[in-house]
């Protein structure tokens, strides 16, 4: 099989090519390392064809699209805060960025197309474990981005035929979680504090719950999304499970600071995975007790990722608290 990952350089994507690797599939990445980095794909040297492009401008890099079997649209920016202060590069890179990928798959008749979508298209739900069909509602622009580029996706398949599943991912972690400048993802903010023994920033009182899911169950999904033979169709991938903040620092272990809840934050995220379960006859394998063994095992990777504190976190979520308080 010949794969197509965009975004192959990112935390789910470079995950995404070692599975397809192994497999013994031929793969292209293409990326334009905003968030990727070539150091996530510095173990698969020489075995890919590694090409940094902008897919949200027309350019020449569609031609790596021919002979493709599968395609997998993983390139997007992510994180909160950055969406809310750039509205418009988000929609250029996840909106503009997604329509430019289906017009390529269109035109050289790709056999399958497998998008990743957020949780967070379902803001707070009222459902838990939250299905597919619950209400849609994006609270920022990251969210609202993912949701558009899923219906382009969706509407493609419809309209032109282009054979597409879209994957709404919950709380992806693991190694390689993007360690950007910009305060992100919860753990790399507390893979960060351990490392310089600075105190876990939990918000609120920590009782939280997120649906913490191992990138490896996810890239796994990915995988049997694109050998299935649904059309159209939208799948949550989750862990099964939902975990307490408070859970997570016990296992991470070290001293702990409270910080204001954020606004518009769902106290729970757990995604109903029946559909995926039974459709992909996929089950995410790996518990939190083993996956966050495995991020201390590799915690060198955040060594140089910002050590947040509540200060500067304060700072760097001003226009979450004036835009979604
Ligand atoms: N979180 C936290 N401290 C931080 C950052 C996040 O306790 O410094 C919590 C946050 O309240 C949420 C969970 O970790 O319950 C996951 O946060 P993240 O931003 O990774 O994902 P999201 O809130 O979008 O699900």
Redesign the pocket.
Known sequence: MKSLVTGGAGFIGSHLVDILLEKGDEVIVLDNFTTGRPENLSHVEGKINLIETDLSLEKDWKKHFKNVDRVFHLAALAD?VPSIENPDSYFQSNVTGTFNVMKACKEFDIAKVVYTASS?CYGIPDIFPTPETAEIRPQYPYALTKLLGEQIVLHWSNVYGVSSVSTRLF?VYGPRSRTSGTY????G??LAQKLSNKP?????D?T?T?DFTHVKDVASALVAASESSLEGEILNIGSDNTYS?NQVVGLLEGEVVY?P??PG??DV?WADISKAKEMLEWNPKISIEEGIEDLLDNIDYWSEAPV?DPDS?SKATKKWFEYLG
Do not use: D, L
């Open positions: 909160i967070s709380n992100g993802a919860v753990f903010v507390f876990y920033t939990v918000v609120g920590g939280q997120r903040i910080i809840k954020r934050e769902p995220t947040w976190i």
